[in-house]
Protein backbone atom coordinates (compact mmCIF):
# COMPACT_ATOMS: atom_id res chain seq x y z
CA UNK A 1 0.00 0.00 0.00
CA UNK A 2 0.98 3.55 -0.58
CA UNK A 3 2.80 5.40 2.66
CA UNK A 4 2.14 8.72 3.39
CA UNK A 5 1.30 10.47 6.66
CA UNK A 6 -2.57 9.65 7.50
CA UNK A 7 -2.54 13.56 9.46
CA UNK A 8 -2.65 15.34 6.30
CA UNK A 9 -6.20 13.64 5.03
CA UNK A 10 -8.70 16.53 5.48
CA UNK A 11 -6.53 19.15 7.09
CA UNK A 12 -6.71 22.48 5.37
CA UNK A 13 -3.95 23.35 3.44
CA UNK A 14 -4.67 26.76 2.14
CA UNK A 15 -6.66 29.42 1.98
CA UNK A 16 -6.26 31.81 -1.69
CA UNK A 17 -6.99 35.70 -1.39
CA UNK A 18 -10.13 36.47 -3.11
CA UNK A 19 -10.24 37.11 -6.72
CA UNK A 20 -12.80 39.49 -8.16
CA UNK A 21 -14.69 38.15 -11.13
CA UNK A 22 -14.33 40.99 -13.59
CA UNK A 23 -16.73 40.96 -17.12
CA UNK A 24 -13.74 40.95 -19.50
CA UNK A 25 -12.62 37.40 -17.85
CA UNK A 26 -16.03 35.51 -18.38
CA UNK A 27 -16.25 37.17 -21.83
CA UNK A 28 -12.68 35.93 -22.77
CA UNK A 29 -13.56 32.39 -20.90
CA UNK A 30 -16.74 32.38 -23.18
CA UNK A 31 -14.82 32.60 -26.51
CA UNK A 32 -11.90 30.26 -25.93
CA UNK A 33 -15.06 27.88 -25.18
CA UNK A 34 -16.98 28.92 -28.09
CA UNK A 35 -19.80 29.47 -25.81
CA UNK A 36 -23.34 31.85 -26.96
CA UNK A 37 -25.85 30.89 -24.57
CA UNK A 38 -27.09 34.86 -23.68
CA UNK A 39 -27.07 33.74 -20.04
CA UNK A 40 -23.66 34.12 -20.16
CA UNK A 41 -22.58 36.45 -23.00
CA UNK A 42 -25.85 38.98 -23.74
CA UNK A 43 -26.09 41.45 -20.89
CA UNK A 44 -29.43 42.70 -21.99
CA UNK A 45 -30.81 39.45 -22.61
CA UNK A 46 -29.33 37.95 -18.88
CA UNK A 47 -31.79 40.51 -17.29
CA UNK A 48 -34.57 38.67 -18.27
CA UNK A 49 -32.76 35.28 -17.38
CA UNK A 50 -33.31 33.12 -14.40
CA UNK A 51 -30.20 35.25 -12.29
CA UNK A 52 -31.19 38.51 -13.17
CA UNK A 53 -27.85 39.19 -15.46
CA UNK A 54 -24.63 37.70 -16.71
CA UNK A 55 -23.50 34.92 -15.14
CA UNK A 56 -20.30 32.59 -15.84
CA UNK A 57 -20.78 29.34 -17.51
CA UNK A 58 -20.84 26.96 -14.40
CA UNK A 59 -17.30 25.20 -15.72
CA UNK A 60 -15.97 28.77 -15.29
CA UNK A 61 -15.59 27.72 -11.65
CA UNK A 62 -12.41 24.96 -12.38
CA UNK A 63 -10.81 28.03 -13.23
CA UNK A 64 -9.88 29.19 -10.29
CA UNK A 65 -6.42 28.05 -9.05
CA UNK A 66 -5.02 26.89 -5.83
CA UNK A 67 -2.25 29.30 -5.05
CA UNK A 68 1.82 28.82 -4.72
CA UNK A 69 1.13 26.58 -1.30
CA UNK A 70 -1.06 24.00 -2.97
CA UNK A 71 1.88 21.67 -5.04
CA UNK A 72 4.12 22.07 -2.05
CA UNK A 73 1.37 20.70 0.01
CA UNK A 74 -0.42 18.05 -2.53
CA UNK A 75 1.72 14.81 -1.97
CA UNK A 76 3.71 13.75 -4.59
CA UNK A 77 4.34 10.34 -5.93
CA UNK A 78 7.31 9.47 -9.13
CA UNK A 79 7.96 12.43 -11.12
CA UNK A 80 5.22 13.19 -13.48
CA UNK A 81 1.50 14.25 -12.24
CA UNK A 82 -1.52 14.39 -14.26
CA UNK A 83 -5.10 15.75 -14.05
CA UNK A 84 -7.45 12.43 -14.29
CA UNK A 85 -10.12 13.44 -13.25
CA UNK A 86 -12.70 15.99 -11.72
CA UNK A 87 -16.02 15.89 -9.72
CA UNK A 88 -17.32 19.33 -9.34
CA UNK A 89 -20.51 20.86 -7.58
CA UNK A 90 -22.15 23.55 -8.68
CA UNK A 91 -23.70 25.23 -5.83
CA UNK A 92 -24.37 28.50 -6.83
CA UNK A 93 -23.90 30.53 -10.00
CA UNK A 94 -21.02 33.22 -10.17
CA UNK A 95 -21.72 36.85 -11.12
CA UNK A 96 -19.67 39.37 -12.24
CA UNK A 97 -18.36 41.58 -9.62
CA UNK A 98 -18.36 38.31 -7.32
CA UNK A 99 -15.30 37.52 -5.37
CA UNK A 100 -13.99 34.02 -4.96
CA UNK A 101 -11.93 32.40 -2.54
CA UNK A 102 -10.20 28.96 -2.16
CA UNK A 103 -10.16 26.81 0.36
CA UNK A 104 -8.51 23.36 -0.06
CA UNK A 105 -7.39 19.74 1.62
CA UNK A 106 -6.29 16.15 1.00
CA UNK A 107 -9.28 14.38 0.36
CA UNK A 108 -8.33 10.93 -0.45
CA UNK A 109 -4.96 8.85 -1.22
CA UNK A 110 -5.68 5.56 -3.34
CA UNK A 111 -3.73 3.32 -5.88
CA UNK A 112 -4.26 1.08 -8.70
CA UNK A 113 -2.82 -0.05 -11.71
CA UNK A 114 -3.81 1.24 -15.44
CA UNK A 115 -3.07 1.42 -19.05
CA UNK A 116 0.42 3.87 -17.88
CA UNK A 117 1.37 1.95 -14.98
CA UNK A 118 0.88 1.67 -11.40
CA UNK A 119 -0.85 4.67 -10.17
CA UNK A 120 -1.04 6.99 -6.99
CA UNK A 121 -4.25 9.57 -7.23
CA UNK A 122 -4.46 11.91 -4.83
CA UNK A 123 -7.75 13.62 -4.33
CA UNK A 124 -7.87 17.48 -3.43
CA UNK A 125 -11.03 19.23 -2.98
CA UNK A 126 -11.51 22.55 -2.97
CA UNK A 127 -14.17 24.55 -2.28
CA UNK A 128 -15.21 27.88 -3.51
CA UNK A 129 -17.06 30.87 -1.58
CA UNK A 130 -18.00 34.16 -2.36
CA UNK A 131 -17.97 37.26 -1.19
CA UNK A 132 -21.01 36.81 1.56
CA UNK A 133 -18.70 33.61 2.33
CA UNK A 134 -21.87 31.48 0.59
CA UNK A 135 -20.59 28.03 -1.11
CA UNK A 136 -20.30 28.46 -4.80
CA UNK A 137 -18.75 25.15 -5.75
CA UNK A 138 -16.68 21.96 -4.14
CA UNK A 139 -14.53 21.20 -6.67
CA UNK A 140 -12.87 16.82 -6.62
CA UNK A 141 -9.64 17.50 -8.42
CA UNK A 142 -8.02 14.27 -9.17
CA UNK A 143 -4.50 13.89 -9.54
CA UNK A 144 -2.58 11.15 -11.03
CA UNK A 145 0.74 10.41 -10.22
CA UNK A 146 3.19 7.48 -11.47
CA UNK A 147 5.99 6.40 -9.23
CA UNK B 1 -31.27 -21.82 -26.02
CA UNK B 2 -28.55 -19.87 -25.92
CA UNK B 3 -27.76 -16.67 -23.26
CA UNK B 4 -26.30 -13.35 -24.15
CA UNK B 5 -24.16 -12.10 -20.85
CA UNK B 6 -22.33 -8.69 -20.93
CA UNK B 7 -19.57 -10.04 -18.78
CA UNK B 8 -17.91 -7.16 -17.33
CA UNK B 9 -19.68 -3.81 -15.72
CA UNK B 10 -18.97 -1.69 -13.19
CA UNK B 11 -21.74 0.06 -11.53
CA UNK B 12 -21.76 2.72 -8.66
CA UNK B 13 -20.08 0.42 -6.02
CA UNK B 14 -16.24 1.24 -8.07
CA UNK B 15 -14.80 3.95 -7.26
CA UNK B 16 -14.55 5.23 -10.82
CA UNK B 17 -18.36 4.99 -11.52
CA UNK B 18 -21.42 6.33 -11.00
CA UNK B 19 -23.88 3.85 -12.49
CA UNK B 20 -26.72 2.55 -10.32
CA UNK B 21 -27.67 -0.98 -11.41
CA UNK B 22 -31.19 -0.18 -11.93
CA UNK B 23 -30.26 2.25 -14.82
CA UNK B 24 -28.27 0.22 -16.09
CA UNK B 25 -31.03 -2.59 -16.53
CA UNK B 26 -33.69 0.00 -17.93
CA UNK B 27 -30.64 1.10 -20.45
CA UNK B 28 -31.18 -2.58 -21.66
CA UNK B 29 -34.38 -2.35 -21.62
CA UNK B 30 -34.83 0.51 -23.74
CA UNK B 31 -31.78 -0.88 -25.96
CA UNK B 32 -33.15 -4.29 -26.37
CA UNK B 33 -33.00 -4.27 -30.16
CA UNK B 34 -29.33 -3.18 -30.74
CA UNK B 35 -27.78 -4.95 -27.66
CA UNK B 36 -29.74 -8.23 -26.68
CA UNK B 37 -28.29 -9.33 -23.84
CA UNK B 38 -30.22 -11.81 -21.49
CA UNK B 39 -28.32 -10.48 -18.46
CA UNK B 40 -24.83 -8.39 -16.98
CA UNK B 41 -22.24 -9.66 -14.68
CA UNK B 42 -20.80 -6.62 -11.94
CA UNK B 43 -17.41 -7.36 -11.87
CA UNK B 44 -16.43 -3.67 -9.75
CA UNK B 45 -13.00 -3.10 -9.27
CA UNK B 46 -11.02 -5.13 -6.08
CA UNK B 47 -13.70 -6.36 -4.32
CA UNK B 48 -16.61 -8.36 -3.94
CA UNK B 49 -20.31 -7.69 -2.57
CA UNK B 50 -21.21 -10.44 -0.53
CA UNK B 51 -24.22 -9.51 0.28
CA UNK B 52 -26.21 -7.19 -2.91
CA UNK B 53 -29.08 -8.68 -3.96
CA UNK B 54 -30.81 -7.77 -7.19
CA UNK B 55 -33.41 -10.26 -7.13
CA UNK B 56 -35.60 -7.21 -7.23
CA UNK B 57 -33.83 -5.79 -9.76
CA UNK B 58 -34.01 -8.84 -11.68
CA UNK B 59 -37.68 -9.32 -11.44
CA UNK B 60 -38.65 -5.75 -12.16
CA UNK B 61 -36.56 -5.67 -15.32
CA UNK B 62 -36.50 -9.56 -16.42
CA UNK B 63 -32.52 -9.30 -16.96
CA UNK B 64 -30.14 -11.27 -14.88
CA UNK B 65 -27.93 -9.77 -12.64
CA UNK B 66 -24.68 -11.81 -11.35
CA UNK B 67 -21.67 -11.11 -9.43
CA UNK B 68 -17.99 -11.23 -9.84
CA UNK B 69 -15.05 -9.44 -9.65
CA UNK B 70 -11.74 -7.68 -11.30
CA UNK B 71 -8.81 -7.59 -9.84
CA UNK B 72 -5.31 -6.35 -10.66
CA UNK B 73 -1.96 -8.69 -11.20
CA UNK B 74 1.40 -9.26 -12.07
CA UNK B 75 0.02 -9.97 -15.39
CA UNK B 76 -2.82 -7.20 -15.51
CA UNK B 77 -6.73 -6.97 -15.07
CA UNK B 78 -8.50 -10.06 -14.30
CA UNK B 79 -12.04 -11.23 -14.20
CA UNK B 80 -12.99 -13.80 -11.29
CA UNK B 81 -15.64 -15.75 -11.58
CA UNK B 82 -17.82 -17.32 -9.20
CA UNK B 83 -16.03 -15.73 -5.84
CA UNK B 84 -16.88 -17.35 -2.74
CA UNK B 85 -15.48 -17.66 0.59
CA UNK B 86 -12.76 -19.88 0.13
CA UNK B 87 -11.51 -17.10 -2.14
CA UNK B 88 -11.93 -13.94 -0.18
CA UNK B 89 -10.24 -15.51 2.72
CA UNK B 90 -7.39 -16.77 0.52
CA UNK B 91 -6.81 -13.50 -1.45
CA UNK B 92 -6.79 -9.73 -0.64
CA UNK B 93 -9.03 -8.71 -3.60
CA UNK B 94 -7.58 -5.23 -3.24
CA UNK B 95 -4.15 -5.64 -3.00
CA UNK B 96 -3.22 -4.10 -6.88
CA UNK B 97 -0.16 -6.64 -7.17
CA UNK B 98 -2.00 -10.44 -7.14
CA UNK B 99 0.31 -12.86 -8.68
CA UNK B 100 -1.79 -13.89 -11.32
CA UNK B 101 -0.89 -17.39 -11.88
CA UNK B 102 -1.74 -18.16 -8.21
CA UNK B 103 -5.04 -16.70 -8.77
CA UNK B 104 -5.50 -18.75 -11.72
CA UNK B 105 -4.91 -22.10 -9.90
CA UNK B 106 -6.28 -21.36 -6.75
CA UNK B 107 -9.64 -19.78 -8.26
CA UNK B 108 -10.16 -22.69 -10.30
CA UNK B 109 -9.38 -25.24 -7.20
CA UNK B 110 -11.71 -23.62 -5.56
CA UNK B 111 -14.31 -23.90 -7.97
CA UNK B 112 -14.31 -20.63 -10.07
CA UNK B 113 -12.63 -19.18 -13.06
CA UNK B 114 -10.30 -16.69 -14.27
CA UNK B 115 -10.76 -14.66 -17.04
CA UNK B 116 -8.08 -12.07 -18.13
CA UNK B 117 -9.49 -9.07 -19.65
CA UNK B 118 -8.44 -6.52 -21.85
CA UNK B 119 -5.20 -8.27 -22.64
CA UNK B 120 -4.59 -6.27 -25.40
CA UNK B 121 -4.19 -2.75 -23.11
CA UNK B 122 -0.87 -1.68 -22.17
CA UNK B 123 0.35 -2.68 -19.18
CA UNK B 124 -2.96 -4.16 -17.54
CA UNK B 125 -3.32 -6.27 -20.29
CA UNK B 126 -1.89 -10.28 -21.01
CA UNK B 127 -0.72 -9.47 -24.43
CA UNK B 128 2.48 -6.85 -23.14
CA UNK B 129 3.02 -8.91 -20.37
CA UNK B 130 3.96 -12.20 -22.28
CA UNK B 131 6.58 -9.99 -24.07
CA UNK B 132 8.75 -10.01 -21.13
CA UNK B 133 7.07 -13.02 -18.70
CA UNK B 134 5.91 -16.61 -19.99
CA UNK B 135 2.74 -17.23 -20.67
CA UNK B 136 0.42 -18.22 -17.89
CA UNK B 137 -0.77 -21.70 -17.88
CA UNK B 138 -4.34 -23.03 -17.42
CA UNK B 139 -5.86 -19.83 -19.08
CA UNK B 140 -9.16 -21.06 -20.31
CA UNK B 141 -10.40 -17.96 -21.84
CA UNK B 142 -9.71 -14.02 -22.21
CA UNK B 143 -11.50 -11.14 -23.24
CA UNK B 144 -11.74 -10.65 -27.03
CA UNK B 145 -13.67 -8.09 -26.88
CA UNK B 146 -13.89 -4.61 -24.96
CA UNK B 147 -16.57 -1.59 -25.00
CA UNK B 148 -13.63 0.27 -23.80
CA UNK B 149 -10.66 -0.75 -26.09
CA UNK B 150 -8.53 1.79 -28.36
CA UNK B 151 -7.54 1.62 -31.52
CA UNK B 152 -5.52 -1.99 -32.08
CA UNK B 153 -6.49 -3.28 -28.79
CA UNK B 154 -8.83 -6.03 -29.62
CA UNK B 155 -6.53 -6.82 -32.30
CA UNK B 156 -3.91 -7.94 -30.08
CA UNK B 157 -6.41 -10.01 -27.98
CA UNK B 158 -7.17 -11.47 -31.24
CA UNK B 159 -3.21 -12.64 -31.59
CA UNK B 160 -2.88 -13.91 -28.46
CA UNK B 161 -6.41 -15.91 -29.31
CA UNK B 162 -5.10 -17.63 -32.20
CA UNK B 163 -1.35 -18.03 -30.54
CA UNK B 164 -2.71 -19.80 -27.65
CA UNK B 165 -6.00 -21.19 -28.68
CA UNK B 166 -7.76 -19.17 -25.70
CA UNK B 167 -11.88 -19.17 -26.10
CA UNK B 168 -13.01 -15.47 -26.31
CA UNK B 169 -15.00 -13.38 -24.41
CA UNK B 170 -16.78 -10.37 -24.77
CA UNK B 171 -17.90 -7.34 -22.24
CA UNK B 172 -19.09 -3.51 -22.37
CA UNK B 173 -16.32 -3.01 -19.35
CA UNK B 174 -18.98 0.03 -19.06
CA UNK B 175 -18.57 2.59 -16.64
CA UNK B 176 -21.42 4.33 -18.36
CA UNK B 177 -25.33 3.80 -18.18
CA UNK B 178 -25.47 4.67 -21.73
CA UNK B 179 -22.29 1.94 -22.66
CA UNK B 180 -23.93 -1.14 -21.10
CA UNK B 181 -24.20 -3.74 -23.30
CA UNK B 182 -21.59 -2.86 -26.17
CA UNK B 183 -20.36 -6.25 -26.53
CA UNK B 184 -21.14 -9.89 -24.63
CA UNK B 185 -20.40 -13.21 -24.49
CA UNK B 186 -23.05 -15.67 -26.72
CA UNK B 187 -23.43 -18.87 -24.80
CA UNK B 188 -24.26 -22.37 -26.44
CA UNK B 189 -26.23 -23.58 -23.48
CA UNK B 190 -28.96 -21.72 -21.12
CA UNK B 191 -27.67 -20.19 -18.02
CA UNK B 192 -29.43 -19.46 -15.23
CA UNK B 193 -27.03 -18.71 -12.48
CA UNK B 194 -23.13 -18.03 -11.22
CA UNK B 195 -22.71 -21.60 -11.04
CA UNK B 196 -23.96 -22.18 -14.78
CA UNK B 197 -21.77 -19.30 -15.93
CA UNK B 198 -18.92 -20.98 -14.26
CA UNK B 199 -19.63 -23.97 -15.95
CA UNK B 200 -19.89 -22.72 -19.09
CA UNK B 201 -16.94 -20.27 -19.03
CA UNK B 202 -15.09 -23.47 -18.70
CA UNK B 203 -16.26 -25.35 -21.48
CA UNK B 204 -15.23 -22.87 -24.20
CA UNK B 205 -18.41 -23.07 -26.00
CA UNK B 206 -19.12 -19.38 -26.21
CA UNK B 207 -18.05 -16.61 -28.76
CA UNK B 208 -17.64 -12.83 -28.25
CA UNK B 209 -19.97 -10.52 -29.48
CA UNK B 210 -19.81 -6.52 -30.81
CA UNK B 211 -22.96 -4.44 -30.80
CA UNK B 212 -21.15 -1.48 -31.02
CA UNK B 213 -22.64 0.27 -33.57
CA UNK B 214 -21.17 0.49 -36.93
CA UNK B 215 -20.07 4.32 -37.22
CA UNK B 216 -19.68 6.64 -40.32
CA UNK B 217 -16.46 7.30 -41.09
CA UNK B 218 -15.43 10.70 -39.44
CA UNK B 219 -12.85 12.46 -41.49
CA UNK B 220 -9.97 13.46 -39.97
CA UNK B 221 -9.46 17.56 -39.57
CA UNK B 222 -6.81 19.71 -41.19
CA UNK B 223 -4.87 21.05 -39.05
CA UNK B 224 -4.31 24.77 -39.27
CA UNK B 225 -2.10 27.22 -37.49
CA UNK B 226 -2.75 30.59 -37.31
CA UNK B 227 -0.54 31.95 -34.52
CA UNK C 1 -35.72 26.15 -23.00
CA UNK C 2 -36.10 22.26 -21.57
CA UNK C 3 -38.74 21.36 -19.92
CA UNK C 4 -38.71 18.51 -17.23
CA UNK C 5 -41.98 17.03 -18.02
CA UNK C 6 -40.63 16.65 -21.62
CA UNK C 7 -37.16 14.97 -20.54
CA UNK C 8 -37.62 11.01 -21.10
CA UNK C 9 -34.69 8.26 -20.24
CA UNK C 10 -32.50 7.57 -23.63
CA UNK C 11 -33.16 11.11 -25.14
CA UNK C 12 -29.69 12.51 -26.99
CA UNK C 13 -27.71 15.03 -26.22
CA UNK C 14 -25.81 16.48 -29.58
CA UNK C 15 -24.10 14.96 -30.74
CA UNK C 16 -21.66 18.07 -31.55
CA UNK C 17 -18.93 17.72 -33.68
CA UNK C 18 -16.00 20.24 -33.52
CA UNK C 19 -12.67 20.94 -33.85
CA UNK C 20 -10.98 22.84 -31.64
CA UNK C 21 -7.82 24.76 -32.47
CA UNK C 22 -4.63 25.58 -30.99
CA UNK C 23 -5.64 29.17 -30.71
CA UNK C 24 -8.74 28.09 -28.68
CA UNK C 25 -6.72 26.17 -26.75
CA UNK C 26 -3.79 28.62 -25.69
CA UNK C 27 -6.41 31.10 -24.99
CA UNK C 28 -8.08 28.86 -23.08
CA UNK C 29 -4.90 28.03 -21.11
CA UNK C 30 -4.21 31.75 -20.62
CA UNK C 31 -7.82 32.00 -19.14
CA UNK C 32 -7.42 29.77 -16.27
CA UNK C 33 -3.61 30.39 -15.66
CA UNK C 34 -2.34 27.66 -17.12
CA UNK C 35 -0.46 29.98 -19.74
CA UNK C 36 2.86 30.23 -17.79
CA UNK C 37 2.88 27.14 -15.77
CA UNK C 38 2.12 24.18 -18.36
CA UNK C 39 3.47 24.54 -21.96
CA UNK C 40 1.59 21.34 -22.95
CA UNK C 41 -1.73 23.38 -23.52
CA UNK C 42 0.23 26.10 -25.44
CA UNK C 43 3.59 25.20 -26.57
CA UNK C 44 4.26 22.18 -29.59
CA UNK C 45 7.72 21.67 -28.48
CA UNK C 46 7.04 21.76 -24.41
CA UNK C 47 4.44 19.15 -25.02
CA UNK C 48 6.77 16.82 -27.23
CA UNK C 49 9.08 16.83 -24.76
CA UNK C 50 7.02 15.32 -22.55
CA UNK C 51 6.25 12.83 -25.06
CA UNK C 52 3.00 13.65 -25.90
CA UNK C 53 2.28 14.33 -29.63
CA UNK C 54 1.88 18.25 -29.48
CA UNK C 55 -0.39 20.26 -27.59
CA UNK C 56 -3.16 19.16 -25.73
CA UNK C 57 -6.30 20.03 -24.23
CA UNK C 58 -6.46 21.15 -20.59
CA UNK C 59 -8.54 18.73 -18.78
CA UNK C 60 -10.82 21.78 -17.79
CA UNK C 61 -11.44 22.78 -21.21
CA UNK C 62 -12.85 19.31 -21.76
CA UNK C 63 -15.31 19.64 -18.93
CA UNK C 64 -15.90 23.27 -20.04
CA UNK C 65 -17.10 21.74 -23.57
CA UNK C 66 -18.71 18.89 -21.55
CA UNK C 67 -20.70 21.60 -19.57
CA UNK C 68 -21.22 23.23 -22.45
CA UNK C 69 -23.14 20.23 -24.06
CA UNK C 70 -25.49 20.36 -20.75
CA UNK C 71 -25.52 23.87 -20.71
CA UNK C 72 -26.91 24.48 -24.69
CA UNK C 73 -29.48 21.58 -24.03
CA UNK C 74 -30.86 23.18 -20.57
CA UNK C 75 -30.82 26.36 -23.10
CA UNK C 76 -31.99 29.86 -21.89
CA UNK C 77 -34.09 28.44 -19.04
CA UNK C 78 -34.48 27.94 -15.23
CA UNK C 79 -32.94 24.00 -14.64
CA UNK C 80 -29.36 24.01 -13.91
CA UNK C 81 -26.08 22.06 -14.26
CA UNK C 82 -25.22 21.02 -10.49
CA UNK C 83 -22.70 18.78 -10.94
CA UNK C 84 -20.17 17.12 -13.44
CA UNK C 85 -17.78 14.35 -13.17
CA UNK C 86 -15.08 13.77 -16.21
CA UNK C 87 -12.47 10.82 -16.27
CA UNK C 88 -9.48 12.31 -18.61
CA UNK C 89 -8.72 8.60 -20.01
CA UNK C 90 -6.50 10.17 -23.87
CA UNK C 91 -5.11 13.37 -24.01
CA UNK C 92 -7.44 14.96 -26.10
CA UNK C 93 -6.08 17.15 -29.43
CA UNK C 94 -6.16 19.77 -31.44
CA UNK C 95 -6.98 20.04 -34.99
CA UNK C 96 -8.55 16.63 -34.55
CA UNK C 97 -12.43 16.01 -35.42
CA UNK C 98 -14.26 15.88 -32.25
CA UNK C 99 -17.71 14.38 -31.24
CA UNK C 100 -19.14 15.18 -28.00
CA UNK C 101 -22.24 12.90 -27.13
CA UNK C 102 -24.50 12.78 -24.19
CA UNK C 103 -28.02 10.75 -23.30
CA UNK C 104 -30.06 11.56 -20.42
CA UNK C 105 -29.97 7.83 -18.40
CA UNK C 106 -32.06 8.31 -15.03
CA UNK C 107 -34.77 10.95 -14.19
CA UNK C 108 -35.87 10.93 -10.37
CA UNK C 109 -39.30 13.13 -10.16
CA UNK C 110 -38.78 13.88 -6.46
CA UNK C 111 -36.23 15.92 -6.42
CA UNK C 112 -36.37 16.72 -10.46
CA UNK C 113 -33.20 16.20 -11.37
CA UNK C 114 -32.07 14.24 -14.81
CA UNK C 115 -28.60 12.07 -14.96
CA UNK C 116 -26.74 12.46 -18.18
CA UNK C 117 -23.59 10.76 -19.48
CA UNK C 118 -21.52 12.79 -21.81
CA UNK C 119 -18.27 12.06 -23.60
CA UNK C 120 -15.84 13.53 -26.28
CA UNK C 121 -14.59 10.57 -29.09
CA UNK C 122 -12.18 11.18 -31.48
CA UNK C 123 -11.95 10.22 -35.43
CA UNK C 124 -11.53 6.24 -34.22
CA UNK C 125 -14.40 6.68 -32.25
CA UNK C 126 -12.35 6.10 -29.21
CA UNK C 127 -13.87 7.75 -26.15
CA UNK C 128 -10.83 10.57 -24.57
CA UNK C 129 -12.78 12.11 -21.92
CA UNK C 130 -16.12 10.55 -20.09
CA UNK C 131 -18.50 12.32 -17.74
CA UNK C 132 -21.67 12.08 -15.99
CA UNK C 133 -23.95 15.70 -15.35
CA UNK C 134 -26.69 15.86 -13.06
CA UNK C 135 -29.17 19.07 -13.97
CA UNK C 136 -32.01 20.30 -11.67
CA UNK C 137 -35.00 21.36 -12.89
CA UNK C 138 -37.08 24.15 -11.15
CA UNK C 139 -39.44 22.66 -8.13
Redesign the interface.
Known sequence: MVDFDPTIINKVFEHTDPVEVKPE?IK??C?????N???YTDPE?AKK??YGGIVA???FA??F?NGRHFFEHVPRYGKRG??????????A?IHVGDTISLSSHVKEI?????????MVFVVIRSTLTNQNNQTVAHIDHRFMNRP | MTTTLDLHTHSEAS?DSRAPVEAYLNWIKLRHVERPVDGIVLTE??QFNREADYRPLEDKFGIMVLRASEV?TNY??MLVFGVNDDMLARFDFAN?RLDAQTVIDEVARMGGIVVPCHPG????GLYEHYESKPPLEHVVAVEALNGGSRKGEDARADELISKFGYASTGGSDSHLVSLIGLCATRFSAYIKDIDGLVRELKTGAYEAVDFRPRRKVVPHAVAVETR | MKKFDEVKIGDTLGPLE?TVTKD?CR??A????FGDVAGRFTDEAAAKKEGLPGIIL????S???L??LV??WI????A?????????RVPVQPDHALTIHGFVTNINPDDRTVEIDVWIENEEAERLVTGTATVEFPK
Open positions: MRFESLGENPLAGPPPSVTRFDAGKDVEFVPYEKTGRTGT | EHREGHIRPNI | LQAYKTSGPGNMLGLSKTDGFGGRLTRMGTTY
